[in-house]
């Protein structure tokens, strides 16, 4: 009798072993954020965990939102939404007063047993912090943009001897392609990009781009050639057909022939000063590195100014600026002969300059 017991009780650890999975240190193909990753990830019957390692300054927050989800990264399946949370509160700020490294748990609805990629997500107001492609196949090396996670197991070769971040797709007609991080991308594709009549089109950084008027953060890029890419982006594809120092031809939903006009990057006196809402209910402050507004329309917080570039004719100015793991553009224009100031996505949040 105790034999059969002991037999049962290893018949149950068996199947329970085998009943859920643990990936380490996930791979993943791109992050809106370098802040926080996720360390690892418990696939169990009857649950889906998310472990995460945050590095946040003291003095900063971090929120969970109740719309937080995974998804399976074919979208085949609907969004699974978070369901509880380990070592943060959810639906609630969380300032870093005296640690800033915080590790917590994100407990979802069980996965298909078939979904081998998944994205993570945040349906924030204004923002949607993700992970794209986590890998549940292996375990990873968590690096911020991992190609690997991108394609089926089954169309990857790897090279030995060549640095984690080179990996070879093999396309339906049998050639390979190489996929390359944006890091890897040639240093004379990032900057600031016009057309012939000096109009500002594109911004192009190893982080985002900048394209219709909205950041755009890389998914997967195609190395082709040595000057043509394929580049894939949240809102947006593009083929860069060929491009130097001072040129390049874009493929997206038009064919735009770009040229690169030099920046300091600084921000121009004309919008450094104090700046009042059309209808007198907040302030923002632009000074040569940050951003305050006092209104909060993306918080009532101090936004650092990562990057600014001017239409030829200064009548336009862009400015990406960041909070919190979010980019944000604020734009410029002069009408009248005078610049009104308005965040992307609030028309109606307009700001006009006060007087020095």
């Known amino acids: 009798m105790r034999k ?31 802040s926080a990753k996720v360390t690892k990830i418990e696939l169990k019957e009857n649950e889906t965990i998310l472990h995460f390692r945050a590095k946040i300054p003291v003095g900063s927050w971090i929120y969970i939102p109740t719309e937080s989800y995974i998804e399976d990264s074919s979208k085949k399946g609907k969004r699974l939404y978070v369901t509880k949370t380990d070592g943060i509160e959810m639906d609630k700020r969380h300032t870093i007063v005296n640690n800033d490294e915080l ?60 640095p984690f971040s080179t990996t ?20 004379e594709f990032f900057g600031n990009w016009y057309d012939k009549y000096g109009t500002l089109i594109m911004i192009t950084t190893p982080d985002y781009m900048v394209f219709d008027n909205r950041v755009q953060y890389y998914r997967s ?65 632009i000074t040569d590195s940050y951003l305050y507004n006092s209104e909060g329309t993306f918080g009532n917080e101090k936004n650092s100014i990562d990057h600014v570039a001017e ?14 793991g979010y980019y944000y553009i604020y734009m410029a224009e002069k009408k009248n002969g005078e610049y009104m100031l308005v965040p992307r996505g609030y028309p109606d949040a307009q700001y006009k300059k006060v007087n020095d």
Request: hydrophobic share 40%.
């Open 4 to 34: 059969l017991v002991l037999l049962f009780v290893a018949i149950i650890s068996f199947n329970n072993l085998f009943s859920q999975r643990i990936v380490e240190n996930p791979n993943y193909i791109s992050s809106s954020t370098s």
């Open 311 to 324: 239409s030829e004719s200064g009548d336009t100015i862009w400015m990406v600026v960041y909070n919190e």
């Open 103 to 162: 590790r917590y748990k994100l407990y979802f609805p069980a996965l298909d047993k078939n979904v081998d990629h998944i994205n993570f997500g945040e349906s924030n107001k204004g923002g949607n912090w993700f992970i794209f492609n986590l890998d549940l196949t292996k375990n990873g090396k968590n690096f911020l943009s991992s190609p690997q996670a991108l394609m089926n197991s089954n169309s990857i070769k790897v090279v030995e001897g060549l």
């Open 221 to 285: 890029i195609q190395k082709l050639s040595d000057n043509n890419f394929t580049i894939s982006c949240t809102a947006a594809n593009f083929e860069i057909l060929s491009f130097d120092s001072e040129n390049m031809v874009v493929r997206s939903d038009r064919l735009m022939s770009l040229k690169r006009i030099s920046s300091n990057n600084k921000v121009p006196k004309s919008i450094k000063g104090d700046w009042v809402h059309k209808n007198k209910v907040g302030k923002i402050n």
């Open 168 to 187: 070879f797709r093999i396309n339906k007609n049998g050639n390979i392609v190489n996929t390359v991080l944006p890091e890897d991308l040639p240093n």
